[in-house]
């Protein structure tokens, strides 16, 4: 058993299910696309990781996704306390450093996980900045419970608000690079996964014309 452990959040690919903002543009299907071409990046991003791999998903277990790593379902009534039930688990089992992340970046790679637990070395909490103003990543040296209490999830004040309360508790942090998720086709159309993925855009103008 490693002492690092990465925990990946997963909706599951149900149609009119995922990425519901981006559909109203795009449509279920597309939108359904995309998502899935997402969470195989994430996939690949998180195969080579020196750590243990624990994949949550949202409603049920896909045994065709992270074949070889254990997998079982979110637990709470809200995103906050589905990730603190994950990293009490977690630390429960006797890792030490914990990462989380999400698998809606196109821009994810090994590197900035990698980098996730690199910063626990030198602080209690770690975050990977998303451009919305939250967060794509987690990471944890010991449980911090006001991070996952009564938060404006979604809410574009959130990473501010948890910092704010960290300060506030004298808990040491450290910010990693700024990525953005995919949420709006304005976000789809400025990314360089989109660009550069010419089958990808011909299927979602095939659905929409």
């Known amino acids: 058993m490693s002492k690092n452990l990465l925990i990946v959040f997963v909706k599951n690919i149900k149609l009119g299910k995922v990425k519901t903002r981006l559909a109203k543009t795009i449509g279920n299907q597309g939108a359904f696309e995309v998502y899935s071409e997402l969470v195989k990046i994430t996939e690949k991003a998180t195969q080579n990781i020196k750590a243990d791999k624990r994949i949550y998903f949202s409603d049920a277990v896909i045994n065709s996704k992270w074949t070889n790593d254990y997998k079982t379902v979110q637990i709470g009534n809200d995103l906050g306390e589905r ?3 994950a990293f009490i688990d977690g ?14 970046l196109p821009d994810i ?3 900035h996980i990698k980098n996730g ?11 990977g900045t998303a451009e919305d103003g939250g967060y794509y990543l987690l990471g944890l ?9 009564n938060k404006p999830w979604s809410k574009s004040h959130l990473l501010h608000d948890t910092l704010l309360e960290l300060k506030q508790n004298s808990v040491s942090f450290k910010l990693l ?8 086709f304005e976000d789809l159309e400025a990314s360089s996964f989109y660009k550069n993925n010419k089958a990808l855009q011909t299927r979602i103008q095939q659905l929409n014309d």
């Open 83 to 85: 990730m603190k039930n």
């Open 91 to 104: 630390f429960n089992d006797g890792y030490k450093k914990i990462v989380l992340i999400g698998s809606d």
């Open 109 to 111: 790679s090994s590197t």
């Open 117 to 127: 637990f690199d910063a626990l070395d030198d602080a209690e909490v770690t975050f």
């Open 141 to 149: 040296s010991d449980l911090k419970t006001c991070i996952f209490d």
């Open 177 to 184: 690079e700024t990525l953005n998720d995919i949420d709006t």
